[in-house]
């Protein structure tokens, strides 16, 4: 497929690439296996290859896909985040009868707030939700040696901040507007149906009026979910999906003086280093009126007010004069969960675990992820008029790992060998000061496909990263020497 | 404003005083002018001479000069000494850094640049950051490459004794392995080399030699191959569960 040898001439080297084409292959091809019978009754044998390779190939079992006599299919999407709200819009388009239960309406969910530039255009973002429009950024090492990446954008370019509360409620609205019913309330638990095809039974509490109010207690039956409710996913807990390894992000926001938010106008800032996080990086992104600065950590969770504190230090004289007007936090997840996937209930966005390594980007991917998922279930179910089984819940899975997987090991193998140590930091840094790297970083970002590169400027490129990574680990050699 | 802040920090970083405690001194006692003029993002903190500075941290920016002032000549030497030198120890400082990089004019040696010399200041420039992260400044920003000390000074520096002990230790493992196989089949040398089974041991014992540097890289090259493809098996493992289900 031309996207995995398009996306196989990404960043490292060229050696890399191939290792990597050839895992994607050997991915791909155990995959075929995988087919849906039209015919109801049939029993097909199931195959299972001599050796576990990479992945084991099935072929289903059976298919029984009923016609709904007289309803369309009922679908719930648990949260309403980016990845909700654009599940329930392509549901409801469909056909398929959606409701969104979302436990807070106004959420202003911590977050980082960065989206690329294709997000704008798949989902038909009006661009008045965009606070801020970044064209430069800043990576900072160690030492303090920074680097402006953005050169290479074009004057159309740009990665989107937008504030959460505001995406969230867009994406929402447009879902109601297209026929899903909205409900402000929060899922408590699931009961799973005792016979195949029966309905999923939903206790959730919803919130009407008074504020402060308890809320009742209202169950619903539905014949799937799409659990879309973020890292603490109750849904997950609900189908035993198993946990994963998470890092916590801290943010603060500061309101800094004019002056000084004016140097932050397209501008966001990354800061690497051990005394910022031991494997992640303390960032300042600017929002509407103010900065968010903040770090992450997964290994080290117990520090990271002390990483917020050194983070803080770095870039205290450009938000010197600030003043914090909110502390946030929130878990991100690292890798997606076991399962992400039981009978008719399917996890999208932060709840499955689909965050990249590296920049732990999150929002793009769970928008694509929800829009997936239930495009598959509006195949599945033809438009609503028959009922749907895990089978069909497995093609969006299928179709996911086999678009994005190759973007994930990517960031995944940066953020091995980038964010190892101090040199690794210096290194990567250093790299980022390469013309043909911030072309190839950004246009993998920014429409998250990439055009195939010059290999012979992959292989240049090869030389100089392992010539970086030497160099700075030389230097910490010498650096030990001193200390010792 | 200062009030304000201080109070909010204090109030979201709940940490011991001690780790705030850069805080409160650099930016008072910094040598900077400029520094001195602008509001200070800090905490109060216990530390000795601490109260001098907790009660500068809540006036306004004039007053803050003038409590440094009464607050370094009242206090003890000892203590006052202290500040001081917290005070040179502020930020990196070396006369050949300048600009953000090292002025290379000031290694010459000779006529020639002393390229070990820009690199042990360099080395000392990053062990000062690592103990003591300074701010990154826009009007000072650092641009220093380590591209450009050659690519031979590097290799002269730091790849050629590596490269003498390995060739040391491969030279030693192959006269005595060479030895033990010629006296226990009687094949000498150049027929060795002939021989598959000789090249496979002079392979590994090479490999061996390169990989193995240290006794705990055995240990690191294992942990390597697992993680490898771990990242992997997470994803996979959403696939285990279509298997089982048969």
Redesign the interface.
Known sequence: MSSESALSAHLLSSLFLSVLETMASVVLKTFAGLRRSSDNSHQFPVQKPAKVHFRKARIVASRTCPKLSNRNLRVAVIGGGPAGGSAAETLAKGGVETILIERKLDNCKPCGGAIPLCMVGEFNLPLDIIDRKVTKMKMISPSNVAVDIGRTLKPYEYIGMVRREILDAYLRDRAAENGAKVINGLFMKMDMPKVQNAPYVLHYTEYTGTKGGVGEKKTVEVDAVIGADGANSKVAKSINAGDYEYAIAFQERIKIPDEKMAYYENLAEMYVGDDVSPDFYGWVFPKCDHVAVGTGTVTHKGDIKKFQLATLNRAKDKILGGQIIRVEAHPIPEHPRPRRLSGRVALVGDAAGYVTKCSGEGIYFAAKSGRMCAEAIVEGSENGKRMVDESDLRKYLKKWDKTYWPTYKVLDVLQKVFYRSNPAKEAFVEMCADEYVQKMTFDSYLYKTVTPGNPLDDLKLAFNTIGSLVRANALRREMEKLSS | ?SI??AA??SA????APS??H??THKPLFSLGPRRQS????AAASGDNGGSGVAISVAEQTPKVEAANGSVASASASASGEEEASVAVLNSFKDPRWVNGTWKLKQFEKDGKTDWDAV??A??????W??DN???????N???????I?P?WA?MK??HLPEAELLNGRAAMIGFFMAYFVDSLTGVGLVDQMGNFFCKTLLFMAVSGVLLIRKNEDIETIKKLIE?TTF??K??????????RK?
């Open positions: 404003m304000s802040m909010m920090f979201s970083a709940s940490l780790s705030s850069w805080y602008s509001v200070i993002l690199i042990d360099e080395v000392r420039r990053r062990k950051l690592e992260p300074e701010s990154s400044s826009n009007d920003p650092v641009v220093f490459d380590t591209s000390i690519w590097w520096r730091f993680e990242y992997d997470q994803w996979q493992a959403t696939w285990q569960d279509d298997i048969d």
